[in-house]
């Protein structure tokens, strides 16, 4: 399917969208079970006088799960159009590649061994880390380095997140008495977030967000193929680790804060590429963007549509990616 990004453009958009984020953020912050008026959410944001009882709902509760979601958001957008570039496969997320599958199980045993930390703590993003780069070493060595061989890499990584999501299931049926602590966790929720947690996200944030973002003149590269990277004189297996190590990093350490949220990686990049084409200097950042909106976009919603009890954001993601990659599957396969 044709479609003609938007390149000409290209600063308005994204100045746009920074507003459209402004936008987002301050209804994410409205909602919720006592409603606030955006205008007493914007005068708040910019320290004027309002209620008592609001200003804590706003700065102590709301805000710092909404620049969560942000942050998070942009994380698993930006990893997503990395590893797409990376496989050359428009099917490429980082569930599918093993690493939110292992960042998870590494978590939860963590979580599992010291039952009484409730909340992610400061080493809970490494253990993460390594759980993420151990599932996506798997699959890379499992596919066979199958870099070329897209349908092989995707199947090796489904296969893979399924292995060790089974594993997930049995040390929670071991350990039984932890399941009520790391359920919303585990499918993904910003639920009783607050800054504690914003405070271990963002460094790492900032750490993986500026290496993708460096990177995208090299994923320019590997995308005119191997043989013209390697005549531009470019080692294109150790770019492609590189790559494949930076989108681990930020879905491994988003994954950490957040839980498991899935397809959110998926999404993000397919429609930043329908905007702004498939240059990594303009997609990587687009789809940071992207990211941040969805996540932000579908929390709001669920808080809005399940009060009194709210439906953990990352089921609600999982039920609308499920579709899209259907038809990504169907659109491919035709």
Do not use: K
Request: hydrophobic share 60%; with cysteine.
């Amino acid at each position: 399917m044709m479609y003609r990004p938007v390149i000409r453009y290209y600063p308005l958009l994204i100045l746009l969208s920074l507003f459209m984020l402004f936008v987002l953020l301050v209804l994410h912050v409205a909602v919720g079970s006592v409603a606030i008026s955006p205008a007493t959410v914007i005068a708040a944001l910019f320290n004027q006088p309002v209620e008592p009882f609001q200003h804590i709902i706003i700065w102590d509760l709301r805000l710092p799960r909404a620049l969560i979601a942000l942050l998070a958001g942009a994380m698993f957008g930006l990893a997503g159009a990395i590893l797409q570039v990376v496989m050359r496969n428009p099917l490429a997320e980082p569930e599918m590649t093993g690493a939110t599958s292992g960042a998870v199980l590494f978590a939860v045993l963590w979580l599992a061994l010291a039952p009484a930390q409730t909340a992610p703590g400061p080493v809970l993003p490494l253990v993460a880390l390594i759980g993420g780069l151990v599932g996506g070493a798997l699959v890379y060595l499992l596919s066979g380095r199958g870099y070329h061989d897209p349908v092989r890499l995707v199947l090796t990584g489904v296969l893979m997140s399924a292995v060790l999501r089974s594993a997930i299931a049995i040390i929670l049926l071991l350990r039984q008495e932890v399941i009520g602590t790391v359920l919303l966790w585990l499918i993904g929720s910003l639920n009783g977030l607050v800054w504690t947690q914003l405070d271990i996200l963002w460094p790492w944030a900032l750490i993986a967000l500026s290496l993708g973002l460096t990177c995208a003149s090299l994923a320019n590269v590997l995308q005119l193929g191997e043989e013209s990277a390697t005549s531009l004189g470019l080692n294109v297996t150790l770019a492609r680790l590189g790559l494949f190590g930076v989108a681990a990093l930020l879905t491994t350490s988003a994954v950490a804060v957040v839980g498991g949220i899935t397809f959110l990686g998926l999404l993000a990049p397919h429609l930043a590429r329908r905007v702004v084409g498939v240059d990594a200097r303009r997609l990587f950042p687009f789809s940071m963007l992207v990211g941040s909106a969805i996540l932000l976009a579908a929390d709001t919603v669920t808080q809005t549509l399940s009060q009194p009890v709210s439906i953990p954001v990352g089921a609600a993601l999982a039920l609308l990616g499920a579709p899209f990659f259907l038809y990504l599957v169907w659109r491919n396969a035709s």
